[in-house]
């Protein structure tokens, strides 16, 4: 039957320059990348590349190479599921540890032990006691999710802990007490285990338009604790934030173009209350070793939010102290492939995001100093937000289901595949249209046949399929939205 | 069969004395409109009057000069569909500044373009600058809604630029930089161009509850703007705002009646930020000549905001100046008959939604006062969500779907029709039922006859059909409820 | 059929050790309460204990006796149920007094018009105009409800009167114009009018996550007042409240613990605002009539805030005035039974819940200082809410379904109703999987038995039927979250 195939061979085509297209944005941005990325191109290649005669484009020796050395960099890159899986079966104390090096690393959505293990060594770096608190917050988040019998997985993934250790650091962090006042442990404890219980609760809510809860447990509790307790404390006192209420001394010609360049690495480390540029660096590093897309995404974040600090005429000190920096940072690697599947649109609407971001910020932290509070990730948690919850009707920006989300090259490949099973579905359907048609006609299958070919031979992504999905989703949320009319 | 003809008779009717009732209210409040409201008969009238035989009170000729006059100031009254139809086929240039102007009147929830020029005269009547900053703002925000491809339809009735021409227009009016800082431009397009953004991720919101975004993302972008550079900033100063510290002098002697009434139009006028009256006067006329019900709603919520201020003890300069009246007016406006269909139980509610609001409005002047922010329409924004969130057991207050909400005269046809359609729904499923029963016993026909014979008699409204579309409601909020339980 | 004789007894077994289990915490806990709970194991004993032969440990006479002695008990404890029937058919005045008591009382999640009016002997004994006020909001709440045509069994059950005591006593204790300035009753009556409004907004959206409004209503209005007048208003002005910014003088040997145990009824009295602890103990008396449960949750949650207090240096006097405990003793009362089944997990979590809620509370009595503003019962509300938002894959943390919520005793008896329901249900499951099964091979039958044997022998409470009821509750959030994916 001449029907199945040319509709076969039309889909995936298009599939496949639809993809190719993505991936062009990729080549031009992150050219040195390029091994890594080819990756997310095996599955359709092996499936089924003798179906496509001419797209041979590649060798395949060349391919099988890289394809083993992808997979010992797999072993560590990405969130290291093979050592996960054998995680499982290890000793419940070694399994904690992998957990709470995971949820160190999630903070930056990177679900990956081994970034978690640098990200301490950064910390270390940084302050014994910051880290020492830091820790004991990931453990107690991660033991106090086990005790209210959270989802394992999640649990498994961090995603219980990285709230954990931004509370835990950034108690210690913003403590009048100094250091190693072994006191600030016990609301540190208390706060941590009261983290699940706000992710959970949270969750609920933030569930039902399919969004994260993102870092808003930390914003609640940290500020919580702060606010509680305040400046004038006996037990804790915290640091005194005060709102500005002169103009700030602006000088251009004072500027140090260096400090300038240094707030990038600084603003990745304020991501965990750092303002070392060796630790914000090491951290980068950490970033690089799970996703360069992420990592590239980070450093893009703070510049972006050192120019709109200095936009905004914010005072010098701030800038170089990575306070404009770190939200744009998270805002930045959230929009930017991380909970939408990367395309340049998606890619300059990350951009856009971090800018809000940084104007955010700069909003939430003039008005949180009236209550003594500082910002927090409180920018990064509603810009992000607010820009998930966007909608349009163009099919370059698809959010990808919360259940899916993992890192940005693995969420291309689910891109991809859902692209090619929307691809199989729609050839079925197709299948039966002409199986139709034929029955009355006999005719059309030739014109869609021609049609097809000129799809092939123009290799433009006008994403067919994909606009099927997205015709999908969108009848959805129609017949969704009907329930409220 | 006579159980149809009984049937169709009694169910015509009800509704028509239900409709009557409605009429009613209408006459009463606004005698001098009749004309206008009248032709929300003629769907009716026109359709079946030889089967209602008696209720021929209006002779057809006059019906017919009515029709032809209607006919003409439909043409610039209500949403003008006509003339957005032919724009359809226009140049794009002069399409956007059909949508810009649409944009302007929006503000008021009234999409007409004639309504929007006349806002941009009274505009620029008040001050150049500032005229300028609104039009910017309008036109980049719906450039911004056409980038971000959001609903076309939308963008056409100005609902992505009502909120640019007020981020505009207050960004300017708060600045302390004093008139033609062109620098402000800036952050002006910037700021609007994010309002389609936090339009649409509002509106994800807001969907679920089937509410409008009204002017949140205006509310939310200019106290953005304001609270992200403050008054001490070298670049963007804002106006110093400060929370009261002591006791208003207020000497009942020294009141000025002229003022006092004077603040009805200026209270019109601040919903643009504007104290002139003159300009607050040409609001008044723009708002007539699309919907003489919102006219009228606007200066009764502008006089209930002025009562309130001065029963809460306000400063006679704050009353004099509008600030009283501005939100008072979106929300009357709002409730009375733009989201719900105008029943006099409706009518009250929006009066004592305008009071509401008055409250609200002095807690939230004095709240962000501490933040150096001025109200904006938060009041008016919490106060009619609220009161669209409310739900009764009656059928007088009947919330239209966020789907039809066009203007009042509309919303009334459309109430009609709805329950005209009911009744058509109604009939058949009754006489479905009496056929049933005819083939059990046959004799319910006859009481059910007398049964409409006395409705018939009574012609008041207990709106039987309305009752079945309540009730129709209410399971399906059971319904949807139950998935929650 | 020794199928369904052998599941049957199987199944009642299983729910009657999972009830038993239940039943030992609570004789643990309140031992001298024994008799009131017993009446939950009724329904069982009574409707079917000669199928299980070996379970009759407690006499029929001993029970017959206790049936009898908590008839008499029933017709003033619970929600006097019986009273509430025999109103119905009384003179509409007598009804609504009825529904204000009730409404004093539902305060504190009693549905009770006896404890309703020992409550308003509490407040008398306080102070008559605070008492009088209370009263004008209850009534103005109720007639409110009312006119805006709200659920009948909701009004006669003291909803929408509760946030109306709480509006009205807290208006009168926040002014600083002095008792009997009968001005007040005026915004006194326009905000309790508003309840049954903000009420109903707020249930919209609570709705949706199956949560009540709790005193939300209450908190929003109380607040609009406050900072709508302020301290300097010429007609409202409120008490002078002021951020704290200077170290509070906390010296550990001028303690009087005679004041600290005091602290306990004068948190719970501070619920409406009163600091007498001879009202407090009033208040504690009139809960243990209709729940002795409630009661004993009452305080405990009282004593955990005076605790939470001193351990996060508060001055004394705060923690003596009963500032520290009244969220908690809302919280506690929440959690622990009320809006979950009671069982020790739910337990300990109210403990933990009204932890939080005392560091809530200083977080929000500091924040809201700055606006003027008392914490009102903002912590209860915000905490309480956090926890039944919570979810867990235990099933001994039962969250009731909002239409089932009566008081902790009665939930109980629901939750043993829900598992010998389910009980039923999966029996019949189970004969109807046997019946397949004896079709195929005839020889699971007695396998099953066997297990169940084993089960009986146990009589420990891995709780097969309740288990299911959970699996069906987590497919049905399955199913609902998949509508939003």
Chains 1, 2, 3 share one sequence.
């Not at 083993?68 to 079966?89: A, I, Q, R, T």
């Not at 920018?379 to 163009?394: G, R, V």
Request: proline share 5%.
């Amino acid at each position: 039957m001449p029907g199945q195939h040319c509709t076969k061979v039309g889909a995936l085509v298009t599939m496949r320059s639809a993809f190719w297209s993505i991936n062009r944005n990729c080549f031009q941005t992150l050219q040195e990348l390029q091994p890594l990325m080819a990756q997310s191109n095996l599955p359709v290649g092996n499936d089924k590349p003798q179906e496509v005669g001419g797209e041979k484009t590649r060798p395949l020796a060349l391919q099988k190479a890289r394809d083993n050395f992808l997979k010992g960099v797999s072993y560590f890159s990405g969130d290291m599921e093979v050592f996960g899986k054998w995680m499982e079966k290890q000793f419940f104390l070694l399994q904690l540890l992998d957990w709470v090096l995971r949820g160190a690393a999630q903070v930056m959505f990177v679900n990956n032990p081994l970034s978690g293990l640098i990200i301490f060594g950064g910390l270390i770096l940084q302050n014994y006691w910051w880290a020492l608190n830091g820790f004991v917050g990931t453990l107690f988040a991660t033991i106090s999710a086990l005790i209210l019998q959270q989802n394992r997985g999640a649990i498994a993934a961090g995603l219980y802990g990285y709230n954990g250790i931004l509370v835990g650091l950034l108690m210690a962090v913003f403590s009048n007490a100094g250091n190693w006042y072994w006191w600030l442990l016990l609301p540190n404890i208390f706060m941590s285990m009261m983290c699940p219980i706000v992710s959970s609760a949270l969750a609920s809510i933030n569930s039902r338009w399919d969004l994260p809860v993102f870092t808003l447990p930390f914003n609640i509790l940290v500020c919580l604790h702060m606010v509680a307790t305040g400046h004038y404390n006996h037990y804790f006192p915290q640091v005194l934030i005060q709102p500005r209420s002169e103009l700030p001394n602006i000088t251009w010609a004072e500027i140090d173009v260096a400090k300038l360049f240094m707030s990038v690495p600084v603003g990745v480390g304020q991501v965990y209350g750092c303002d070392n540029p060796w630790t914000g660096g090491i951290f980068i590093i950490s970033l690089f070793i799970s996703s360069p897309i992420t990592c590239a995404h980070a450093v893009l974040g703070s510049a972006v939010g050192m120019v709109s600090g200095l936009a905004l005429a914010a005072p010098f000190g701030d800038i170089y102290f990575g306070l404009w920096g770190y939200n744009c940072v998270l805002a930045c690697i959230a929009i930017g492939g991380m909970f939408y599947a990367l395309t340049w649109q998606v890619h300059l609407l990350a951009i856009t995001c971090a800018f809000f971001c940084a104007y955010l910020g700069s909003a939430i932290a003039n008005s949180m100093s009236t209550f003594g509070l500082p910002a927090c990730t409180w920018p990064f948690c509603l810009s992000a937000l607010t820009f998930l919850l966007l909608t349009t009707e163009t099919n370059r920006i698809f959010k990808l289901p919360l259940a899916k989300v993992t890192y940005p090259r693995k969420t291309w490949e689910q891109l991809q595949r859902a692209i090619e099973d929307e691809a199989i579905l729609n050839e079925k359907e197709q299948l039966r249209l002409e199986l139709e048609k034929m029955e009355e006609g006999r005719e059309e299958c030739k014109a869609s046949e021609g049609e097809y070919d000129q799809m092939y031979v123009e290799d433009n992504a006008p994403a067919v399929e994909h606009n099927t999905t997205e015709e999908k989703e969108i009848k959805h949320i129609d017949s969704s939205s009907d329930d409220y009319v």
